[in-house]
């Protein structure tokens, strides 16, 4: 993600028609060994497959590592949990990169009172709250989520989302360099509690501003994080389409150019297992070296 602490377009680099780079003409079809088959290990299995290398993927679990839809036993059919990333931030362009080249289907995200979903509710000090619009829950909740976006309009937010989208590196840098010395070494709360917006409140708006939610789960995503990787577009996020309903809009990919082909089990869908210890063999890594010993 191109952000403020690391304005690097990741995305236009992966996409290069030039490739990540190249391998000697000796070295291609060698094995790598790719430790861990979660999203950045099979990533990596992928673009090694495009230098034409052979990984080979070792894991101690499951195929796809946090990214994983369960259905539980004893729930409706198509009902099912994401056991780890779930919201996807369309700002996150090298990760939907990836998503379109495997033609995945994407929806928005169903957060609070967001287009994707229809209402919310929110229990509070004993009380129960139904919306299905930001302007009918009680004026307590309107007024923490406008002085939440006063606050962050008080540190230039919008200037800066304005900086990344446009990937205007010396606007961002500008930006950037004068927060960085005053919020360093300092707390969210303080910067909460110390903005002039909540200054003007109660100390209780300050509590259901925590307690109610905030971030990619918040109120109505009137509440994005104040985090220097998140700062572009968190009020657009789109989530996978949950199993058994996810499918590829494409019938395939191409194969890799230059890929000598992977092992069978790969192919497959299986993988190594996990990997208890490896070393470095003493005659070195040098390509006539003897292989790496995995146990």
């Known amino acids: 993600m191109f952000g403020p602490d ?3 377009p990741f995305d236009d680099w992966i996409a290069h028609p030039a490739g ?17 088959a979660g999203m950045s290990g099979m990533l990596a299995a992928y673009e090694l497959m495009k230098l034409g290398l052979r990984p080979v993927m070792y894991e101690a679990s499951h195929m796809g590592g946090r990214l994983r839809s369960q259905q539980f036993e004893g729930a409706p059919s198509g009902v099912v949990a994401e056991l780890g990333g779930m919201r996807f931030p369309v700002s996150s362009t090298a990760f939907y990169h990836y998503v379109d080249l495997l033609g ?13 979903s229809d209402s919310t509710v929110i229990h509070i000090e004993g009380t129960t709250h ?5 302007d009918t829950l009680p004026t307590l909740f309107q007024e923490v989520a406008q002085a ?3 606050a962050l309009e008080g540190v230039g937010f919008t200037r800066i989302q304005d900086a990344i989208r446009a990937r205007d590196v010396a606007t961002l840098k500008s930006l950037w360099n004068n927060l960085v010395p005053i919020w360093d070494d300092r707390t969210f709360y303080d910067f909460v509690a110390s903005s002039e917006a ?17 971030g990619t789960g918040g109120l109505g995503l009137r ?6 990787g998140d700062l572009p577009c968190r009020d657009d996020q789109l989530r996978r389409e949950p199993a058994p309903h996810r499918r590829r809009r494409r019938a395939g990919t191409p194969r890799p150019v230059g890929a000598r082909g992977v092992k069978p089990y790969l192919l497959a869908g299986g993988h190594q297992p996990g990997i208890a210890a490896l ?3 003493q005659a070195g890594c040098s390509s006539n070296s003897p292989r790496r010993q995995w146990v």
């Open 223 to 228: 509440f994005p994080e104040l985090d220097a």
């Open 104 to 116: 995945l289907d994407t929806a928005p995200f169903p957060n609070p009172l967001a287009p994707g």
């Open 279 to 281: 070393w470095r063999h």
């Open 6 to 8: 690391f304005p690097f």
């Open 198 to 214: 909540f200054s003007k409140l109660s100390f209780h708006h300050r509590e259901v501003f925590g307690q109610v939610g905030f």
């Open 130 to 134: 139904y919306a299905e619009q930001p």
């Open 148 to 150: 939440w976006a006063d």
């Open 20 to 36: 990540l780079g190249s391998i000697p003409e000796e070295r291609l079809g060698e094995e790598v060994a790719v430790v861990g």
